[in-house]
């Protein structure tokens, strides 16, 4: 099978099954998804707004240390980061774990050939391993974030103090003047997508080691460049070019409805009513387009990883024999 028959074969494998949106969206809202749809109905801080709300604590803490307040904000913010991690990785892995067994359990992708699935026996074992292998791949990432944060906030306080051009966004001024900053941390993070999702499908289907799994993530990718960087790239595109448009044409609605809230008179109720309909139609069709194309995202993964490695099949990288029949001869 051709790597685009994969990408195909994959869209007809979700297509029909409307749980896989649900299941798929749910795991794109928690690995970070949420905050793109929140930004319609969010209004960002303005520079002053941003000086008014940390200038004070900054400023006592550059002039007196790091007081318990200080200290305290810090800790929250650490905490609920690591939750973020730990709870989300957990829904995400669980999320994943399904789809990718449900679209290696599909016949028409498998072309009739026997599945080696392995066995369920510790549940919470392989999910704590996907979080695992997800979070390892995504170290570059971290570091990526550690330099390009220092460039990002350097640039940021010189167009609050010097700005370059006062006409343009301050956001458009920053990525201006620390471009490197920011393409690494989106190579990192595209990095990290592409092994993790390597990583948890040798992981679900061939119930791997962790250590196994994120070296043969790596070396996948090595091996296969052009196959593994596609088969990211093209679901993100699509996601990119058609949920951007929703988001905003839903940031646009939800601005009519903050200035019909804001000017209140009797004949303003029926056309904030029916703009609020608009805006939850909006809404509502861009988290139905992120779940199946979320959802296409990961059974593409699937397919690609089915097509290269030859899983059905002999492949050097699964266990000798099929699952299957070792289970009915009594072997495991």
Partial sequence: MSWGAAMVAALLVILPRPATWIVALAAFLVRGGLLLFLVPIIVLPSPVGLANIFGPTLTAFWLGGVSFGFAAVVTLIFAAFFGWLVLGGWVAATTERDLIELVAADEELRGGRPLRIPPRDRPSSRLWRIVIVRLASHVPLAIALGYGSLRVVQATYRELTLPSDVATPIAWRVIAAAPDAILAIVAAWSLGEIVGSLGA???VLWGQSIDAAYVGAWADLLRRPLGTVATFVLPTVVLAVVGGPVLLAAGVVWERVGVGLATPAPENVVPVVLTMLVFVAI????????????????????????????????????????????RASGSV
């Fill in 201 to 203: 499908r040798r992981l």
């Fill in 283 to 326: 809404w509502s069709a861009g988290l139905l387009l992120a779940g199946v194309l979320a959802a296409w995202r990961s059974a593409a993964w699937t397919a690609e990883v089915l097509r290269a490695r030859g899983t059905f099949g002999a492949s050097r990288d699964s266990p000798p024999g099929d699952w299957n029949d070792r």
